[in-house]
């Protein structure tokens, strides 16, 4: 990786020793770079355990329909690597929104930073957040199935947060493999021949999926521990201070209050069999995308 | 608030349940609405508890150099909450990047939706999120202390997340207050008047504040549930399936393995030194504040 590159990724957190920067201007300048890099230098050098590793390439789905906390969890470890590339891909270079425009919601749009032509192959991660509907837009998308099972095929890692991991069974690519998704999709999998698998975090062989929506910090730091070490997904961790203390424990069907799970199953509808049978559909349509 | 709105703040979760939408449009039509209409009426009815309540107005400061994870976990869980108004300000409109322009992360751009001069006055929530270098620029930027001030003894509730703690600081709204921020610039609290309180999530009277980065989320459902009732933001809690399981036990300079704090520590640099000395200098600037 270029050796300026690679210093700049470290100026973030760096930045605020200097206490540099003007209000309103929190670009550092190249003098400032200058002067933090032999710095820099020196720590790497007393930590190379925790900076060595090959260059990762993470190739990041991202749709109209999409979760954006979905993506935020896993985009939030991984832009906290080192030596890496983040590419978040889609059809074309359109900002999508997260969420419906049905919705009136704070809307925060997200421009792709690359093409499902222009991605690159063989990636380390293949990443798809969820999000409904969009999730089962993509289900029923050829043009994203195709893309997804080619780079499935290929890449180092295959893996999603919530919802995402419906659109790859779709693709062909969790047949055989456990798996999870959010509490209300479950329902999902099987159709997809996957295993449905009630973790927070499931790994199978190169397959690594999580929970709903939250489970993406999970997730990220699962997988920062694959790519580089435990020890450095764990200076990740205290980075971003993740030491959660939900304030109450309603976080899973299992141990929410009866009354408050019959109000979100009736706001979910009958998303379970929607999600159900987007799948079934989705296997009849893609069937050669289930030979093995 | 009206009808027809309240009733699309419902649309996103309902929406799979319809298995609507084509490929790439995830907007639901006028139809589908109306069609999704009565049945959330007839929801909304067997809820009552959980949906009345007033309409909520929060502000949260968007602002260059925020780190984008300080914001999301917060704006994920009020956006779940209905009949509420959400705020993203700055002093103009102008989009602003969670990241220092040297770093090479991806960039999501934060577009705020009203400016300083705009914002409602008597916010139910003012938030501050964190971010470094930005939370330092913006304690010597006297039109965002100014700003926060005034709000910020208006305001229902006074909050933050990470170093956006001291930036409320700064404009005297923690003084006399128990708060948190990140681990890194705990030192920076007692020179603002406030009292440094070591918890993912610290209440005192009116102001909540919450630690680094990832503590949004618990941030987020304490406030709500302050502002609807537990079982309110238990169902949210539910909805973003919030049942954490951290892979590695390093979310804390207490819990991290002695190498791990070392290596974090040395790229944090003097932090928590700047922060003391822009507190300290915030105190000095904006003294006026500081009078009760």
């Known amino acids: 990786m270029d ?5 700049k990724t470290l100026i973030a957190s760096a930045a605020a020793s200097q206490g540099f920067a ?10 400032q770079i200058d002067a933090m890099e032999q710095k820099h230098l020196e720590i790497m050098s007393r930590y190379q355990s925790f900076l060595e590793g090959e260059k990762l390439t993470i190739g990041m789905l991202v749709y109209p329909g999409m979760f954006l906390m979905d993506l935020m969890g896993p985009l939030t470890v991984f832009e906290a690597m080192l030596n890496r590339d983040i590419h978040l891909v889609w059809k074309d270079l359109k900002p999508v929104n997260e969420k419906p425009t049905g919705s009136t919601s704070v809307s925060i749009p997200i421009t792709p930073t690359t093409t499902f ?6 990636l380390d991660v293949l990443f798809v957040p969820g999000g409904v509907p969009g999730t089962f837009n993509l289900m029923r998308d050829t043009e994203v199935i195709s893309f997804l099972h080619e780079q499935g095929t290929s890449a180092r890692f295959v893996t999603s947060v919530c919802t995402g991991s419906l659109v790859l069974g779709a693709a062909g690519l969790l047949n055989g493999y456990k798996a999870t998704t959010h509490w209300a999709t479950m329902e999902g999998l099987a159709p997809l021949g996957a295993k449905p698998t009630n973790q927070r975090v499931v790994i199978d062989r190169n397959r690594v999926t999580g929970g709903g929506v939250t ?7 699962t997988l920062a521990g694959l790519l580089r070490s435990p020890a450095y997904a764990e200076a990740i961790q205290l980075y971003l201070e993740y030491d959660p203390k939900p304030p109450f424990n309603a976080g899973t ?12 199953s009736d706001m979910f509808g009958n998303t379970g069999d929607v999600a159900k049978t987007a799948a079934t559909e989705a296997r009849l349509n893609y069937a050669s995308y289930f030979k093995r």
Chains 1, 2 share one sequence.
Request: net charge positive; charged share 30%; aromatic share 8%.
């Open 3 to 7: 050796r300026r590159l690679f210093i």
């Open 253 to 264: 069907p299992r141990t929410a209050p009866k009354s408050v799970l019959g109000f979100v």
């Open 22 to 31: 003007k209000a309103n201007d929190s670009s550092p300048t190249a003098a």
């Open 117 to 122: 032509k222009d991605c690159p192959k063989k």
């Open 215 to 221: 489970s993406g910090l999970d997730f990220g730091l």
